[in-house]
């Protein structure tokens, strides 16, 4: 059974570093695409964004672009997410989410498009 569980979420000061990590506890199942999300309170679940498990191909939002870094260990089914130049509208809970069916490119922001789903893991950024 799929198991997705966050981690490395954190208090942080902006301008400050985090690196959040997605590790398929279950290690039951073979990847297509990882992707991250994020929820800030009263507001919806945003894409921020998502690895091509097999070809390594990445795709960002345009608010975290040059600041944030998918990438991912095939050995330990882990993908990851490093978060540089944290700013306070950084501030959410940070989502794993998993498919692994094919998913054309066009959907990759669509979270009705991933199976799996992590519990989250919150992020604050102050200034």
């Known amino acids: 059974q799929v198991q997705l569980v966050e981690s490395g979420g954190g208090s942080v000061q902006a301008g400050d570093s985090l690196r959040l990590s997605c590790a398929d506890s279950?290690?039951?199942?073979?990847?297509?695409?990882m992707a991250w999300y994020r929820q800030a309170p009263g507001k919806e679940r945003d894409f921020v964004a998502v690895?091509?498990?097999?070809?390594?191909?990445?795709y960002y939002a345009d608010s975290v672009k040059g600041r944030f870094t998918i990438s991912r260990d095939n050995a330990k089914t882990t993908v990851y997410l490093q978060m540089n130049s944290l700013k306070p509208e950084d501030t959410a809970v940070y989502y794993c989410?998993?498919?692994?069916?094919?998913?054309?490119?066009?959907?990759?922001?669509?979270?009705?498009?991933?199976?799996?789903w992590g519990q989250g893991t919150q992020v604050t950024v102050s200034s």
């Open positions: 690895i091509n498990w097999s070809s390594g191909g990445t």
């Open positions: 989410a998993a498919r692994d069916t094919l998913l054309l490119r066009n959907y990759y922001t669509d979270p009705s498009k991933y199976k799996y």
């Open positions: 279950g290690r039951t199942f073979s990847m297509y695409a």
